[in-house]
């Protein structure tokens, strides 16, 4: 007779292996299926990274500005000197070929002892005559070879100089060239970004930037008032300018970057601003952060570190160049956070 034996049931250690083994596989094939398929951002998601990204661009683009500004004022300073240096190395040669002439004079002149040649001279006046030459001689080499060490001294001073000109040159365009990298980078993290969104979405974003961009060229508040002298001068000038792009590392005539704004039209009123917001933050007189205390024509600096600028034309607006893709526009001054406010 067959025998029936019950089937022999796994033990307790073995239900819980099995147990953890799946819990885990499910948990891997949640993982792999998240990675494979993650969710797309939403438009807001995507115009918060992209405001972060142009507002750390602007911020590489003033230090652009600023290593730019340095790094052109090292050229000219570097071809000053190297000008000197060599009109230098050609009075050195004057110098030199005149000290060898007389020291070559001398030297003819010079083999016989002057009372000895006095004695045997046969026209002891003219020997004397000789002899006052020769003192003048030596004078002269004296006065060359005084020359020709002040030269030489002031040449190898001149030499230093430009050698710590260039050295400075050198590292001026490093940060010039890391800032641009920055930009272009944050340009790029921006333009992915947006490719991430849907086709509706996309649409949507572009179409608020295109919108803002033609409200830029609507009339201007009938309540602005007038300002007179050179600021006057250089709001009308920033003013003619609503609508044109904002572009990185520009100052005018047709585009223009926030700083680069306010150096242009101060410029058409015969007034040089310094190239960034961080300096043009220090010109002038401070007004303090109170906007209600601005006349137009001040310059309004926002941010904490001053890495943005906008010129007070009045009614509590100022004119500014914001951002890449957008275009130079009217905004209310309260809108960003005020650092300072100076008058020219």
Known sequence: MASHRRPKQPSRARVTVLTAAAATAVALSAQVSAHAAPAKPSKDEVKAQIDKLTDDQEKAAEVYNG???????????????????????????????????????????????????????????????????????????????????????????????????????????????????????????????????????????????????????????????????????????????????????????NTFDCSGLMVWAYAQAGVSLPRTSQEQAHVGTNVGTDIANAQPGDIVIFFNDAHHVGMYVGGGMVVHAPKTGDVVKLMPANTLTIKTIRRV
């Not at 002057?114 to 003219?126: E, F, I, N, R, T």
């Not at 990298?181 to 179409?207: F, I, N, P």
């Not at 600021?231 to 590392?249: E, I, T």
């Open 67 to 253: 290593a730019k500004e340095r790094a052109d004022q090292l050229h000219k300073q570097a071809d000053q000197l190297q000008d000197q240096v060599a009109r230098g190395q050609e009075q050195m040669s004057v110098l030199a070929t005149g000290l060898a002439a007389v020291a070559g004079e001398q030297y003819r002149n010079g083999g016989i002892d002057p009372s000895v040649a006095l004695m045997l001279s046969a026209d002891p006046s003219g020997y004397l005559a000789q002899a006052s030459s020769a003192e003048e001689v030596t004078a002269t080499q004296a006065q060359t070879l005084k020359g020709l060490k002040d030269q030489q001294r002031r040449l190898d001073q001149q030499k230093q100089e430009a050698a710590d000109v260039l050295a400075e040159l050198d590292q001026s365009t490093k940060v010039l060239n890391d800032a641009k990298a920055q930009v272009q980078q944050k340009l790029q993290e921006s333009r992915t970004l947006l490719s991430q969104l849907s086709s509706a979405d996309r649409a949507a974003l572009l179409a608020a930037d295109r919108a803002s961009r033609s409200d830029a060229r609507s009339p201007l508040p009938a309540d602005l008032p007038q300002a007179s002298g050179y600021a006057g001068v250089a709001v009308s000038a920033a003013l003619s300018k609503r609508g044109h792009d904002y572009v990185w590392g520009a100052e005018g005539a």
